[in-house]
């Protein structure tokens, strides 16, 4: 076997990325950067990005807070926090207006890494938002009061907040959005990827004129990519040539190891560190502090400049 095969090309760039990554210690943000991944599409690799770069961005040495906004609690689950049923979660501070100091919990696995779980209860949410007054920005506030609360208590400051969105476009993802600063995209390398991106893009920006003027794409990541097919590097090449300056260049490989880790109640960094797909998370969590930040993406973009007859 010489290095020109797919198996040997792959084993030297884990050795590489091992060896650059290696007990190195990520640059802290000068400000709480508030990042919320979403993706209207299901079965992107949304939560196993959050979970995975909140992991990485851990791992680093920075401090840092997931907010499980999905009613599934899959989040939790990897993340190894309690979320059963009753469990004061996310629901409790959307709705009853509860403290996230009052719901959040340790990651017990790595340190630095907190969780504010979602429960069950978190499925009637979108209905009994309707009728709240700020039903939009509930989450903005609670996020602004815990991270002044961590400072006025001589806590550290959390460096980076991911919220992990629903498959949907309702108020849960509304609420994501307007904590937000930043929004990081998933895309699978798979075909359809790209369907529905205008949609969520116009409403990225709708947000922005109405609710949250900050708010960006800052990031999109490629998952699921398998460099044996043809498909996965037109879809790359699809999403480098219409979002060069967003697209991250690392990419994250369909891995077996990425799916078994939360079957365990783990990230794949703590199930098996040493697998491409640990690596690969690693990386791009070192390549989200370290790149600068781009422009915003062009909420005019339309299907066929992204590359939809």
């Not at 907040?161 to 699978?188: H, M």
Request: hydrophobic share 40%; net charge negative.
């Amino acid at each position: 076997m010489d290095d020109t095969t797919p198996l040997a090309a792959q084993l030297a760039v884990d050795a590489k990325r091992r060896i650059s990554l290696h007990g190195r210690k990520f640059p802290r943000p000068d400000k709480t950067r508030i990042v919320t991944i979403a993706n209207q599409k299901g079965g992107v690799g949304k939560t196993t990005t959050t979970v995975n770069l909140a992991a990485g961005l851990a791992q680093g040495g920075l401090n840092v807070l997931v907010i499980d906004n999905d009613p599934q609690g899959n989040a939790s689950t990897a993340l190894g926090v309690e979320h059963r049923a009753g469990t004061p979660s996310v629901y409790e501070v959307l709705i009853e207006g509860a403290p996230i100091a009052e719901v959040v919990q340790k990651c017990p696995d790595i340190a630095s890494l907190w969780c504010v779980p979602a429960t069950i209860d978190l499925s009637g949410a979108e209905i009994e938002l309707v009728s709240l007054v700020s039903r939009e920005t509930r989450l903005r506030q609670a996020v602004d009061d815990y991270l002044q609360w961590r400072i006025d208590e001589g806590l550290e400051r959390i460096d980076y907040v991911l919220v992990d969105c629903p498959p949907s476009l309702g108020l849960l993802t509304v609420n994501a959005f307007v904590v937000g600063r930043e929004v990081l995209i998933p895309i699978q390398c798979e075909y359809y990827a790209l369907e529905g991106l205008t949609q969520l893009l116009r409403t990225i920006d709708m947000i922005r004129q109405h609710l949250n003027k900050d708010l960006h794409v800052s990031s999109i990541l490629l998952t699921m990519y398998d460099g044996r097919t043809n498909l996965a590097h037109q879809v790359a090449d699809e999403v480098r040539a219409h979002f060069g300056d967003q697209t991250l260049k690392t990419t994250v490989p369909r891995s077996v190891r990425v799916s078994e880790a939360p079957s365990h109640g783990q990230t794949v960094l703590t199930y098996d560190p040493t697998s491409t797909g640990a690596l690969a998370y690693l990386e791009a969590a070192r390549e989200l502090t370290e790149r600068a930040e781009p422009r915003r993406v062009n909420d005019n973009t339309t299907e066929e400049e992204l590359g939809h007859e």
